[in-house]
């Protein structure tokens, strides 16, 4: 029992270091794998965003468009670069050598990001870069700070800023004069806010593309999800059924003990 405690506390200790390090609250998101709509919609947002500097390069267009209902045709057409074939592998033409010029590191191939980081990190992290003058790009990211990537959702979003409020005295990160005995003194500047008429879609319609993005990404970091699922039903079923059979067969054997 206690190698059993050793085990899993060793095995937390990653998620409790990245809880440590990253102070930002992360909200859950509830994702849906079976959900074509959505699947088709986020891998749209992925190719159209995200595939100018990263990588799917664990999936080819053929797989993504049979598991997500799209045709080759169209496959090819709307999502997949000129002159590519449905064969082909999710890969960008960036070199890991000018990556790392322009940004300093090279961009991750994304396959696995939602096994390794999470969903509601990745939801969190796509909605939380705001504005920030002293970065390369002009912008920083509260889940991920001195992040160096641009904000490639920004004309959908909007631009993001940090806006501060009143909080009890001592939980704030900016000292203020507030009346006698105030409970209210300090500010917590730590409160994304987006500038109106800055984007081309509400926060309602930012965070439910975010979410299909989300739901694509979890997908692709497991595409055999949806067949386990489907296989452990038939399993669970089979096993039901042997269990009766193994019960019937049992009553037979010892009824004349009895």
């Not at 490639?152 to 940090?162: D, I, M, N, P």
């Amino acid at each position: 029992m206690k190698t059993l405690c050793l085990v899993l506390l060793i095995a937390l200790l990653p998620a409790l270091s990245f809880a440590g390090e990253h102070g930002a609250e992360l909200e859950s998101v509830d994702i849906d794998v079976s959900d074509k709509g959505a699947l088709q919609d986020g891998a749209q947002t992925f190719v159209n965003y995200c595939m100018g500097c990263h990588s799917a390069s664990f999936q080819r267009y053929e797989r993504v468009a049979d598991d997500l209902g799209i045709s080759h045709e169209l496959m090819l057409e709307k999502l997949a670069p000129a002159g590519a074939k449905i064969g082909d592998h999710m890969t960008i033409g960036m070199q890991p050598a000018d990556a790392k010029t322009w940004f300093g590191a090279a961009p991750p191939d994304l396959t696995l990001v939602a096994r390794v980081r999470g969903t509601d990190w990745l939801y969190g992290y796509l909605r939380s870069f705001y504005e920030d003058p002293t970065r390369p790009w002009g912008v920083n990211n509260s889940v991920l700070p001195d992040v160096a990537m641009p904000n490639v959702l920004e004309g959908l979003q909007g631009r993001q800023r940090l806006g501060c409020q009143q909080v009890p005295r001592g939980e704030g990160d900016k000292k203020s004069d507030g009346p006698a005995g105030s409970p209210l003194t300090d500010q917590a500047c730590d409160q994304l806010m987006i500038m109106p008429n800055t984007g081309t879609l509400t926060e309602e319609q930012f965070n439910e593309k975010i979410k299909n993005l989300v739901t694509f990404l979890a997908y692709s970091a497991n595409p055999d999800k949806l067949q386990h699922q489907r296989i452990g039903t038939f399993v669970l079923l089979y096993l039901a059924v042997l269990f009766i059979l193994a019960y019937l067969l049992k009553r037979e054997f010892w009824k004349d003990i009895h």
